[in-house]
């Protein structure tokens, strides 16, 4: 029993990344049903303003020093998304997906020889910005605080992200884009400012997917966001594509899925190594039986 | 009857300059002389390119269905066709030899196995592609990326076929490593592919696709690119065409693979879904929906790397950010890619209608796919509909 | 733009239908400056292994430049980037082969990678020097491809051995690269020596290249109670299993081998790996005149970077190479190929070099124990 909540910890924990990264992948789909393969990328991005702005400063392990690296990331991989957004998603925004797609996967090419250009392929060792101390609940399980850590900071941005939505006109306006773009340009939006935003916004998240994961397992490196980033995406359409409770729950729900395979496979002859497929193998069911996702909605096409 | 003698005349010619260019690539060379050897890697590369490119185009361009698993039909290819050279072929190939000498019985065992590859791939481009095909857009994509990356993680896990370190010849079922004893299988890959190989398949790869595009199933998968459902209201079958569009795909993806496998011995990292990019990169540039254009895409995306590693000192290291940067521009200033749908082969068509009234190449093929309407102009109605 | 597509295809065609060269046997000696080609990992996953090879051959090419070239011929090396993947491995030695014409090579540090290479070296009959890939297949893909570290049966027995005997460990679990023919190699050996010595394995996990996540593995692990646990792998994934494992609360120390030796394992793992102890092929420590001046020269030559295993073994392959040239009196590819087989009692950084039938070097390993961000000597175990 131990052994199985501590499974079901570590799950949920790599699945609130997946969650947070797969918000922002949702959110750009759902207003310009555009998949953003740049926005694994992102999340690296985000890591590494963090270590930068972590090692520039010399922070230790404190926890002013780690909100102001959180936030600070956060921040730089939000002007990262726009600037994306303004320079290369905005003038193929017209074009055919195929177009769109090969863009996003130039972005995401761009982001990553970049950074090979600039701080070389090798892992990099994140600065410990708390002290990681483990905390016994029964028998063996234990949570670490970097665990508690990713868990309260994710939930409270799910809550900040939920409340900007639903709570504010910038939020309105965003559902406005994203249920039809040229009406809410009728209705005098601003949707070139609202995309931006939502950019910003799903850029951030990730960025603070990157930070909180170099607290857990602290190694960064620019090759880092094309794994999770797939992992996260999947997550997304897993539950929803467009759809914001469903990205977390497919995000959480890929972590558990792919600890437990690792923790049980091989009781039933399944390898760790297959940890990989199941998330592909979870999503392709769901597809088949219910092609939008798990909380999506079908969209009734046009004749 | 002029037609028949006509193409068995150009079909003779490409074999012969294809032999010749195998020579000059070889390593003895040709009387002496020949490409040099880091270049026949890139021109072989380039050849395999062709192949999957123009395969995918079938699928993406001309069926107008999302495909991005491509290089997993490429990898049950290598890994089918390699596979039987290692384990099963060798008996035959030595009685064989016997019979007509070592080099026809080698070629006859590869041209067994890339059969093999093929249709290994082939089934299962069926499998994956019954079930996905009836998704649409997006979702077709994420489901053909999902398999690509199954059958990768698969391969990666089967010891029989080398794992995660790649396959490099027998692996000994007890100690899993590669074996000693020679009577358990080959203990490396055979070598088989040379440019010759390569070439000829290229050549069948174009001329095939070439084919179906301008016969009624070409026309019928065009219907369905430009309308899936007025397709079906006219009664076309859409679910049979993908399919069968959506195999023959899959089945050059297996000979590509095949040819690859031979050459360089087979990885699960050679396999990964960035070279499923790839490959949508090379028909996007080159021009959506034209065989020629899938050709200059793949000859583009082989060579510009390369080109760019000549780069001196300080830029070198920034060759790769110069080569995202180049994609990205072109689609911002050339989305339809470098032809667009054009194809060389009705530009040839209409230069010999002037003088000579008649007659294309090849004789009786239909007309030229030179009615597409603009995919920009369908996206951007797209867009209002929502 | 459309200008510049043209030009791009221009470009294009004129790389690819550049100039026929002239087939021959490139096998006799060209004369002058000896060219020598070194291939590595220079910006990928494990750059530290590349750059430290390129480092300690480089060095030992200059001094020995300094000191008047062997026969006096100079010595240029031509250094490679592979990042680190096999498939470019193969595409570099080909082009270093054929394209810079050179008459030796020095590399690779991962196995994966130099068996990728080896069929090339072998096939255009360039002797090839491995510095420090231990999987014993690597030189068994021709007559042409040497080392000079011992190898993993000796490195797995070694620290089975020490498990058993030193730390009196009964139960072993093991976490293991999957992706990697070295690390999948010393499980096999370890798993072999450790049991003859009456210990139990009671569990082997795999994972993958650039997996960060290992706590469903190590859950795993905790529950069987290992006494060690034996991880194989490479430097860039050992810092963060080293850290999950202290996060997990597992106490028992963790075993390595030569893969670890990064100085970047202290960013990745920092305190964590205390108490950890690996199998080397020197150690930095070694007190040994001739290695204490190596160490000295080689900080002041790098800005006071400390010599790798791998940057010494990088120093020794080249000098093996020298002394192999000098002795065929050229580069004729047999005859340097034989005078690098008949190798015997160099005396290199990293021990006493001899090389045996199989072209793998007979040396002895050290342990080292991790303390406080240093390698620290433990004892040494001879073959």
């Known amino acids: ?303 | 009857m002029i037609s028949f003698v006509k193409r068995f005349l150009i079909a003779l010619i490409i074999i012969a300059v294809l032999y010749a260019l195998n020579l000059a690539m070889s390593k003895e060379g040709l009387f002496g002389f020949g490409v040099p050897l880091y270049q026949v890697d890139l021109w072989k590369m380039a050849g395999i390119n062709i192949i999957l490119a123009v395969s995918l185009n079938l699928i993406n361009g001309f069926t107008g269905q999302f495909s991005i698993g491509h290089i997993g039909f490429m990898a049950v290819g290598a890994y089918s066709s390699t596979f039987m050279t290692v384990y099963y072929t060798q008996g035959l190939e030595q009685w064989l030899a016997g019979i007509l000498g070592a080099s026809v019985a080698a070629a006859i065992v590869f041209a067994l196995v890339i059969i093999i590859g093929a249709l290994a791939a082939a089934v299962a481009g069926l499998i994956v592609g019954i079930p996905t095909l009836r998704l649409r857009g997006d979702y077709l994509a994420i489901a053909t990326l999902g398999f690509a990356e199954i059958i990768r993680i698969v391969i990666t896990n089967m010891n029989k076929i080398g794992g995660a370190t790649g396959f490099r010849g027998c692996v000994d079922p007890i100690t899993n490593i590669t074996c000693s004893d020679p009577s358990l299988g080959r203990l490396t890959i055979p070598a088989y592919t040379n440019f010759f190989w390569i070439g000829f398949l290229a050549v069948i790869t174009i001329v095939v696709i070439y084919n179906i595009v301008n016969s009624d199933m070409g026309r019928a998968l065009i219907s369905i690119r430009e309308d899936e459902l007025a397709a079906q209201a006219m009664g076309v079958n859409t679910t049979r065409y993908k399919v069968t569009s959506f195999v023959i795909s899959s089945a050059f993806a297996g000979v590509a693979g095949a040819l690859y496998g031979h050459w360089r011995l087979p990885h699960p990292n050679d396999f990964t879904f960035v070279r499923s990019f790839e490959i949508i990169i090379m028909i996007v540039l080159g021009g959506m929906g034209s065989i020629t254009g899938a050709v200059l895409g793949a000859l583009v995306i082989t060579f510009v790397p390369e080109v760019l590693r000549m780069l001196p000192g300080g830029v070198y290291n920034y060759r790769l950010v110069i080569y995202a940067l180049l994609l990205i521009i072109i689609m911002i200033t050339r989305p339809q890619g470098i032809l667009g749908n054009y194809e060389i082969a009705s530009w040839l068509k209409r230069a010999r209608k002037r003088p000579e009234g008649g007659g294309a190449i090849g004789g009786s093929t239909g007309a030229p796919i030179a009615e597409q309407s603009d995919s920009t102009k369908k996206s951007e109605k797209e867009l209002e509909n929502r | 733009m459309k200008r510049i597509l043209i030009a791009l295809t221009l470009i294009t065609a004129v790389f690819a239908s550049a100039t026929c060269t002239r087939r021959g046997g490139n096998c006799a000696d060209p004369g002058g400056t000896i060219k020598i080609g070194v291939y590595g990992d220079l910006t990928g996953q494990t750059s530290s292994f590349g750059q430290s090879t390129k480092n300690g051959s480089q060095m030992a090419a200059d001094e020995i430049n300094a000191s008047g070239g062997i026969n006096g011929r100079q010595v240029q090396l031509i250094h490679e980037d592979d990042q680190g993947e096999p498939g470019k491995a193969a595409t570099v030695v080909t082009k270093l082969i054929n394209q810079d014409q050179v008459r030796a090579l020095i590399g690779e540090v991962a196995s994966s990678n130099s068996l990728a290479a080896a069929p090339h070296a072998q096939e255009g009959k360039v002797p090839m020097i491995s510095p420090s890939s231990t999987n014993p297949k690597v030189t068994q893909v021709g007559d042409y491809i040497f080392r000079v570290c011992f190898i993993d049966p000796f490195q797995g027995e070694v620290m089975a051995k020490f498990a058993a005997n030193s730390l009196k460990a009964k139960k072993a679990a093991i976490l293991f690269d999957s992706n990697s023919d070295y690390s999948k190699g010393l499980v096999q050996f370890f798993k072999a020596a450790f049991t003859k010595l009456g210990g139990e394995i009671v569990t082997e996990k795999a994972y993958a290249q650039r997996d960060r996540d290992f706590t469903g593995q190590l859950t795993a692990i905790r529950d069987l109670k290992p006494d060690v646990i034996y991880v194989p792998g490479y430097y860039q994934e050992v810092g963060v299993i080293a850290k999950q494992t202290k996060q997990l609360g597992i106490t028992a120390p963790l075993l390595g081998g030569d893969g670890w030796d990064s100085p970047q394992l202290w960013d990745l793992g920092g305190d964590s790996l205390n108490g950890s102890f690996i199998s080397n092929h020197y150690s930095v420590d070694d007190p040994k005149p001739e290695i204490q001046d190596f160490v000295r020269r080689f900080k002041a030559k790098y800005n006071g970077t400390a010599p790798d295993a791998l940057a010494a073994l990088g120093y020794d392959a080249m000098m093996v190479l020298a002394d192999a040239i000098k002795r065929a009196n050229g580069t004729e590819c047999a005859a340097l190929r034989n005078a690098i087989a008949t190798t015997k009692d160099y005396k290199g950084i990293t021990g006493i070099i001899s090389l045996n039938e199989e072209r793998n070097a007979v040396k002895s390993a050290v342990v080292l124990e991790l303390k406080n961000k240093q390698f620290v000597y433990k004892e040494t175990i001879a073959p």
Do not use: C
């Open chain 1, 1 to 303: 029993m131990d052994t199985f909540v501590q499974q079901l910890i570590n799950g949920l924990n790599i699945g609130a990344i997946y969650a947070l990264i797969a918000l922002g992948y949702t959110m750009v789909y759902g207003i310009l049903r555009l998949i953003n393969f740049a926005h694994g990328d992102i999340y690296m991005v985000g890591a590494f303003a963090g270590y930068f702005i972590a090692l520039k400063l010399g922070l230790g392990p404190s926890w002013g020093g780690l909100l102001f690296v959180l936030i600070g990331s956060m921040v730089v991989a939000a002007i990262f998304g726009m600037v994306i957004e303004r320079f290369a998603y905005r003038p193929v925004r017209k074009y055919a997906r195929m177009t769109t797609l090969i863009t996003a996967i130039g972005v995401s090419l761009l982001l990553e020889n970049l950074f090979v250009a600039l701080f070389g392929g090798q892992g990099r060792g994140f600065p410990q910005l708390i002290n990681d101390t483990t905390f016994p609940l029964f028998g063996n399980a234990a949570i670490s605080k970097s665990q508690i850590l990713i868990f309260a900071v994710s939930i409270a941005l799910m809550v900040i992200l939920q409340w900007i939505i639903f709570k504010t006109k910038v939020g309105t306006a965003m559902r406005a884009v994203s249920f039809n773009l040229n009406s809410a340009k009728l209705m005098g939006i601003n949707t070139d400012a609202i995309i931006m935003f939502t950019f910003a916004l799903g850029s951030a998240l990730a960025a603070a997917g990157g930070v909180l994961t170099a607290q857990y397992s602290p190694t960064i490196d620019p090759l880092m966001g094309i794994t999770t980033g797939l992992k996260a995406f999947v997550a997304a359409v897993l539950g929803g594509i467009g759809n914001i409770p469903g990205a977390v729950l497919g995000g959480l729900l890929i972590g558990v899925a792919e600890t437990m395979v690792v923790g049980y496979g091989s009781n039933i002859g399944i390898q760790s190594t297959y940890r990989d497929a199941v998330a592909f193998a979870i999503l392709i069911l769901v597809l088949l039986i219910r092609p939008s996702g798990i909380l999506g909605t079908t969209v009734q096409e046009k004749v």
